[in-house]
């Protein structure tokens, strides 16, 4: 197993001592040693994380301060750090836009911002010296707390992520974030969309898996849409239900509001088994009537490809008729339709089977930390690979007329036949490590 950093107190319990920030609707934080903001409170380096504050830098981040003595209380002095960092504030469950402002007056800034379990929100922002930008996102936070007292049942594997805690979390890295200030705030009118899926979707917490889910909230603009994703590792349409997952949802769902479903990997396996066009049919049935019932927007997803490459060197389906099921049901219901199976083999044919391995977690021994075994996966995705297929689910999201395709961001249309190259590409790694494989295949 990897060496695992940061994990230490990620369960975290509310206090009597927090009940005051717990209640807040709205959080303003100014970073560095000089001068505070009006109605900010300050962040020193030695600014640690506990239940009673309510906020500070968490996981053992190392970070220094630092105060250029401009004139603007904000943007005068900031934090900053030369390996990723992670800053917790205790929030109720509920959606927030994260506004973070970033810069330098003396040199350039690169930073990443990641949420939560490795939700991608920020790429990368770039700033020159004297020069500030203000970045936008949304996080959604949940617990795991059903209206009649009854719970979400959480797998052994989950119980420790930072997705079920009572706390918003951002990681920031790359190769010099300057972080000047944050305010945070609670937003009821946002559209939500709701995910729901496997291991081929969830928000992976640990390096180096990494799914398309977590990757898609980059592809959004600020304030309108937010990604609420509750995949799960290993799951199948009737132990999502079983587990009450969807039942959760329905509780916080709203007219308007999406639920996308990708599911197909376990629902084919023994023991588990829903057969195409019967129980799997009807359970997605369920899903569909679910979100109708409370006037959201139901979105079927079919599922990612693994990958298996014929003797010829195309892909070959290994998901039997589940996603020919889907697209049956998608057709009957008049449910909108994005054929992830489709452009996934598309995008594995593209890259051949040897090159495909760049999508997927297959590592020699030694890539990280601890590593003693080679990782040859291929079902699960690594971050450039979860990235290309959030790629290709914006164009499903475009290509199906859905409304909140208005609310993407400008990135031009992406050709699965023409992918990125990954030695122009980068993201980077969040420091926390394991060689267990997901659960699911």
């Not at 968490?58 to 970070?63: A, F």
């Not at 209380?73 to 994260?98: H, I, M, Q, R």
């Not at 939500?192 to 291991?199: E, K, Q």
């Not at 609310?407 to 394991?434: A, C, R, S």
Request: aromatic letters at 12%.
């Amino acid at each position: 197993m990897f060496k695992m950093l940061f994990l230490a107190g990620i369960l975290t319990t509310l206090s009597a001592g927090a009940e005051y920030v717990f209640a807040q609707v709205s959080y303003k934080f100014d970073f560095g040693t000089g001068k505070v903001a009006a109605g900010f409170k300050q962040v020193l380096a030695t600014t640690e994380y506990n239940d009673v504050q309510g906020y500070g830098f968490d996981y053992n981040s190392q970070v220094i301060a630092l105060d250029r003595g401009g004139s603007d209380a904000l943007t005068s002095d900031f934090c900053t750090s030369n390996s990723p960092f992670f800053f917790s504030v205790k929030v109720p469950e509920g959606n927030y836009k994260v506004s973070v402002t970033l810069g330098d007056l003396w040199q350039n800034s690169i930073t990443t911002i990641k949420a939560e379990s490795r939700r991608l929100m920020v790429k990368e922002i770039k700033t020159i010296p004297g020069k500030f930008t203000t970045v936008s996102f949304m996080v959604n936070i949940r617990d795991s707390l059903l209206p009649n007292g009854q719970k979400v049942i959480l797998k052994p594997r989950e119980v420790n992520q930072l997705d079920w805690d009572n706390k918003l979390t951002l990681e920031f890295s790359n190769s010099r974030p300057c972080v000047d200030a944050i305010e945070i705030q609670k937003v009821e009118n946002a559209t939500t969309v709701y995910l729901t899926g496997n291991s081929t979707v969830t928000d992976q917490q640990l390096e180096p898996w990494a799914c398309w889910g977590q990757m898609i909230p980059s592809f959004f603009k600020s304030d309108k849409i937010v990604i609420a994703n509750h995949a799960v590792s290993g799951s199948t349409l009737g132990a999502f239900v079983a587990q009450k997952r969807l039942e959760k949802i329905m509780s916080v769902i709203k007219p308007g509001d999406y639920l996308f479903v990708e599911f197909a990997h376990n629902d084919q396996k023994p023991g588990a088994h829903e057969k195409p066009y019967t129980t799997y049919n009807a359970l997605l049935k369920r899903f569909i009537d679910s979100a109708r019932a409370h006037k959201a927007i139901p979105v079927l997803v079919t599922s990612t490809c693994r990958r298996f490459f014929d003797s010829s060197g195309h892909i070959e389906n290994t998901l039997g008729e589940y996603p020919a099921a889907m697209r049956y049901e998608a057709k009957k219901d008049g449910v909108a339709l994005i054929d992830l199976n489709a452009m996934s083999a598309e995008l594995f044919n593209v890259f051949g089977p040897e090159k495909s391995k760049q999508l997927f977690v297959q590592f020699p021994s030694g890539t990280f930390p601890g590593q003693l075994n080679a990782l040859a996966d291929n079902t699960h995705f690594n971050d450039f690979g979860a990235y290309e297929l959030a790629k290709c689910m914006v164009n499903g999201i475009r290509d199906s007329k859905l409304d909140i395709a208005k609310y993407l961001k400008g990135e031009p249309v992406f050709n699965p036949q023409h992918p990125d190259d990954i030695k122009k590409w980068d993201l980077p790694l969040t420091p926390m490590y394991t060689s267990i494989k997901p659960l699911g295949n």
